[in-house]
Nanobody, 113 residues
Framework: QVHLVESGGGLVQAGGSLTLSCAAS????????VAWYRQGPGERELVALM??????THGDSVQSRFTISRDKDKNTLYLQMNGLKAGDAADYCC????????WGQGNQVTVSS
C-alpha cells in the first residue's frame, strides 16, 4: 500500500514561514515525479513540482517564496514556505506519480493577518 502523509501545517502570521513534510511509504519518491498542490477557495493549483532528476519547478504565485525539496534517505518531500500571504491559505497535498498517481490526505495552512 502507498501512503503519503503530510504534516507541518498550521496557523502562521502573514509574512511568516512554515515547512510542510510529506512522508512516503510503499513508494520511493525519487522514482516518481512529485509535487505539491493546494486547494483554496478557487480551483486546485500546482504549487511546485520535482521530476526524477531532482529538477524543481514552482508556480508563478509562489516563485521565490516557496521551495520544494526531497530527502531520499528519509523518503520525504518538503515544501518550505516563506513570506506567507493570506492567499496562500489552503489545504496542501503532496502527490507522487509514475505508473499511478498517489495523493496525501492534505494538510491545512492558515495565514492570519
Amino acid at each position: 500500500q502507498v501512503h503519503l502523509v503530510e504534516s507541518g501545517g498550521g496557523l502562521v502570521q502573514a509574512g511568516g514561514s512554515l515547512t510542510l513534510s510529506c512522508a512516503a511509504s510503499g513508494i520511493r519518491l525519487s522514482d516518481n515525479t512529485v509535487a505539491w498542490y493546494r486547494q483554496g477557495p478557487g480551483e486546485r493549483e500546482l504549487v511546485a513540482l520535482m521530476n526524477t532528476r531532482g529538477t524543481a519547478t514552482h508556480g508563478d504565485s509562489v516563485q521565490s517564496r516557496f521551495t520544494i525539496s526531497r530527502d531520499k534517505d528519509k523518503n520525504t518531500l518538503y515544501l518550505q514556505m516563506n513570506g506567507l500571504k493570506a492567499g496562500d491559505a489552503a489545504d496542501y497535498c503532496c502527490t507522487g506519480y509514475g505508473s499511478a498517481t498517489y495523493w496525501g490526505q492534505g494538510n491545512q495552512v492558515t495565514v492570519s493577518s
